[in-house]
């Protein structure tokens, strides 16, 4: 049994000054949506939610970079089964928009042929991305196929994708948001809450990598 992802979307945001952070990231946030120890709680019960299902051999947990690492980290530590661990690079966002175009870095997708898989991501968005992967690794016959995804936009989706997440942390509203492994522009990665950026930094949406 799988719980229902936990509704973010109303919550107030938390004021910077109510929670230990960094100085360096406090003046680029609006304030914090989820604290550390609120995504700890739910990255425990995903893990034993994905330990109650079984698989026939070892779980191939695929964790996507660079953004899932601190939740794959957290997740794969708590999984009741033996887990083998892999990484997968792609990336499709600029600034704060998906641009659709998927970077694709070498993975041997023949490996899961067979396996119990599981695909770790930070957050689904248009939702592109994690499609993308799954038809992928579904075209090599897995013996099973589950995804686990810490937060989700569902306003952001993509009509015509129709993939659904199999875990998933929380519900949060359409904002950018940074912290807990993901980024602005590679910054913020390291800022132990999922907070939300402020507008001016966002706005302006510059290009990076
Ligand atoms: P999608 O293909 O549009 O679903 O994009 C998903 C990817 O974009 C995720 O794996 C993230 O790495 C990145 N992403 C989407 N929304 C955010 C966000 O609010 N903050 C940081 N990264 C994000
Ligand atoms: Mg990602």
Redesign the pocket.
Known sequence: MTSDPIDMRNAPLIRVEQLVVSPSFKDDLKGILIPKGYVDARIEKLAAEISETPVKGDLLAIC?LN?AMHFYDKLIGQIAQPVEVDTIRLG??RG?S?TGL?REYPFDYGKCQGRDVLVV??????????EKLVGKIRAENPLSLRVACLLD?PE?RDPTVTLKPDHVGFVIPD????GYG???NNRYRGLAHIAVLQDQLTRHNPKSE
Request: charged letters at 25%.
């Open positions: 996507v953004g499709s966002y704060t998906s998927i991501e930070d957050i689904i968005d248009t939702g592109r991305t994690l936009k952001r904002l950018f948001v940074v993901l980024d602005f």
